[in-house]
């Protein structure tokens, strides 16, 4: 079965800095896909990026942008110039290729100070 | 208009009592899912469908029954209420891929 770790249960972060949430998991598959969804307290479950594993480069959608080492199962999630709409609780999840079960992390708070 | 909308949005009731949620997409997805999130915002998911076919039944009680009436449908019945029952429940769709999330109905068993 596969797992998916978040280390961090918390994290806060000034306005206008760089933060990086971190994200494991663990699977024997070569092909599958590795989400970050964003659930802000309007509780709405938000996909931020997506990455494909076959892929080499890194996914990034304007401020966001991942770090994915597939050799090391690891895959982080940067978010430059942090704004407070960013406070959310953050979730990592996997989902192997041509399947439709996705597997989630137990999430990290992020909490953006002004 | 939304994609996957979930009615109620709240629901409170007593122990005991049998509930319903709707789950409705419009995006002409294939497969629908039913997740669960507790009160440490832990997301389990519960069930999934595939054109109205079941494919994904994690354990749970068998209290909970999910109906599929056609592939833009999956609706979650609840039988004999329990306090343990009390969390959020999300709706979801997908083809393939990402999965598009419902806004959450928040269960609150009295």
């Known amino acids: 079965a596969q797992t998916v770790t978040q280390s961090q249960p918390e994290m806060s972060v000034q306005e206008a800095e760089t933060v990086t949430l971190s994200c494991t998991y663990d699977t024997s598959e070569s092909n599958y896909y590795l989400f970050w969804y964003k659930q802000p307290p309007s509780r709405q479950m938000i996909l931020v990026i997506r990455?494909?594993?076959?892929?080499?480069q890194n996914a990034t959608e304007n401020r966001f942008s991942v770090n994915f080492q597939k050799a090391a199962k690891s895959f982080s999630l940067k978010i430059s110039d942090s704004q407070l709409g960013d406070t959310a609780m953050y979730f990592c999840?996997?989902?192997?290729?041509?399947?439709?079960?996705?597997?989630f992390g137990a999430g990290t708070r992020l909490t953006v100070k002004p | 208009d939304t994609a996957v909308s979930q009615t109620p949005k709240y629901l409170v009731t007593q122990m005991g009592n049998d509930k319903s949620i709707k789950c409705e997409q419009n995006?002409?997805?294939?497969?629908m899912y039913w997740y669960k999130q507790d009160s440490k915002k832990f997301l389990k998911i519960m069930f999934s469908y595939n054109n109205k076919e079941l494919i994904i039944n994690e354990t749970v009680p068998n209290r909970f029954s999910p109906k599929s009436p056609d592939k833009a449908h999956l609706n979650l019945h609840i039988n004999s209420l329990e306090l343990g029952d009390s969390a959020v429940y999300f709706c979801a769709s997908s083809q393939d891929r990402e999965q598009f999330f419902g806004p959450g109905t928040r269960l609150t068993v009295l």
């Open positions: 990455q494909e594993a076959y892929k080499q």
């Open positions: 995006l002409g997805h294939d497969t």
């Open positions: 999840a996997f989902m192997k290729y041509n399947n439709n079960d996705m597997r």
